[in-house]
């Protein structure tokens, strides 16, 4: 999780919401990380563990990551999970829960969802105090002080 945190660092630095992520093989040694990259890149896909499995996939010549473990500091969103789902990962490890868009367990758990063919063992809370930490000091360097903006309606 140490090494996520510092991928998560890579992406404050570059202005994007500081998630990090990495997949580990079956034997524990890492293929692949990740951090997220949609502000630098402008794609609404390039979340950490995305890019983390992607690169994990290019590596192993193999779309099917049975037996590996993605490690995120943020709890996956649906897409996320949905991706981790697909990818066959056997284990998700997480930081930090996401009651506002969690889909491991918090708001929704698409990872253990029953109808699904793949379930992956779910891991939370590993230095989760740390990785909330560095999500929030993120989020209140960049809110403005002042009373909140007018509810819209659309």
């Known amino acids: ?41 402008g794609d609404p896909t390039a979340h ?9 996939a290019a ?8 037996g590996c473990t993605l490690v995120v500091t943020l709890e996956p969103c ?8 697909q990818a066959r990962v056997d284990r998700v490890v997480y930081g930090a829960r996401d009651e506002k868009a969690g889909a491991a367990g918090s708001l929704w758990d698409v990872v253990r969802d029953r109808r699904l063919n793949h379930r992956p063992e779910v891991v939370e809370g590993v230095l989760a105090e740390e990785c909330g930490a560095q999500l929030k000091a993120f989020f209140t360097g960049r809110r403005a002080p002042g ?4 509810d819209t309606d659309f």
């Open 48 to 56: 950490a563990e995305v890019l983390a499995l992607r690169a994990a």
């Open 1 to 41: 999780m140490r090494r996520a945190l510092d991928e998560a660092a890579r992406a404050a630095a570059s202005g994007d919401v500081p998630v990090g992520a990495l997949v580990l093989s079956p034997a524990g040694a890492v293929l692949a990380t990740g951090h997220n990259e949609r502000e630098a890149t």
């Open 78 to 85: 649906t897409m996320c999970a949905g991706a981790l789902v």
């Open 147 to 150: 009373p909140p903006p007018p």
């Open 59 to 66: 590596r192993l010549g193999e779309w099917r990551l049975t």
